[in-house]
């Protein structure tokens, strides 16, 4: 069973950055499309940034371009999200999982943006 585990969030004001991490068990993660979402209070969990395994090619949800960007690590099995230019409206628990979101979930790491 793939573990995830995210981590790096927490409390930073607006125009500030984050980095999250996504520790990944499981031997498939160096062959599997990863992708970042997010669920803020009271709305559903939502794409955020997805990267693929092989050419590495990036794709992300119209609200954060230009201001994330997602990488991995291969030989870590880990995937990270690089958050900068931050909004409150990407208030939000942040979580990781395959591009399809059908690997259990982890407990996800709150990210908090004051204005």
């Known amino acids: 069973q793939v573990q995830l585990v995210e981590s790096g969030g927490g409390l930073v004001q607006a125009g500030g950055s984050l980095r999250l991490s996504c520790a990944a068990s499981g031997r498939t993660f160096s062959t599997t499309t990863m992708a970042w979402f997010r669920q803020a209070p009271g709305k559903e969990r939502e794409f955020v940034a997805a990267i693929s395994w092989g050419t590495l090619s990036t794709s992300y949800a119209d609200s954060v371009k230009g201001r994330f960007s997602i990488s991995r690590d291969n030989a870590k099995n880990t995937v990270y999200l690089q958050m900068n230019s931050l909004k409150p409206e990407d208030t939000a628990v942040y979580y990781c999982?395959?591009?399809?979101?059908?690997?259990?979930w982890g407990q996800g790491t709150q990210v908090t943006v004051s204005s």
């Open positions: 999982n395959n591009r399809q979101g059908t690997r259990s």
